[in-house]
């Protein structure tokens, strides 16, 4: 299984930006996804999730309205588009994958729910 996250960059507050990861050795619409973020210093946190429908997206509350999680099934792959971005984004963003069947209860915030990782990618942003 691999899950190759792309899209990482320098932007300036305020700014946009779209991360992708895209999913291969697995059956894609079998799993929920997520995007979880690690600051230097500081634990990794819950950032985004959806379900293998897209009918079902959660957020932490740092990033809501601001954030948007889609996937495509079609093209094994899962996005996170970043809009308003703040300098306490910058981070690793890591996508991952599970089929817990307590995602929907509170599972879907949870690392140690998803059974397989990507290897991240760079958001930096400039105050």
């Known amino acids: 299984v691999q899950l190759q996250a792309s899209g990482g960059g320098l932007v300036h507050a305020g700014g946009s930006l779209r991360v992708s990861c895209a999913a291969s050795?697995?059956?894609?619409?079998?799993?929920?996804m997520g995007w979880f973020r690690q600051a230097p210093g500081k634990e990794r946190e819950f950032v985004a999730a959806?379900?293998?429908?897209?009918?079902?997206?959660f957020y932490a509350d740092s990033v809501k309205g601001r954030f948007t999680i889609s996937r495509d099934n079609a093209k094994n792959t899962v996005y996170l588009q970043m809009n308003s971005l703040k300098p306490e984004d910058t981070a690793v963003y890591y996508c991952?994958?599970?089929?817990?069947?307590?995602?929907?209860?509170?599972?879907?915030?949870?690392?140690?729910?998803?059974?397989?990782w990507g290897q991240g990618t760079q958001v930096t942003v400039s105050s």
């Open positions: 991952a994958a599970q089929r817990s069947a307590g995602f929907y209860s509170g599972g879907y915030k949870l690392g140690p729910r998803y059974e397989y």
């Open positions: 050795g697995l059956t894609f619409i079998n799993h929920q």
């Open positions: 959806i379900s293998w429908s897209g009918g079902s997206k």
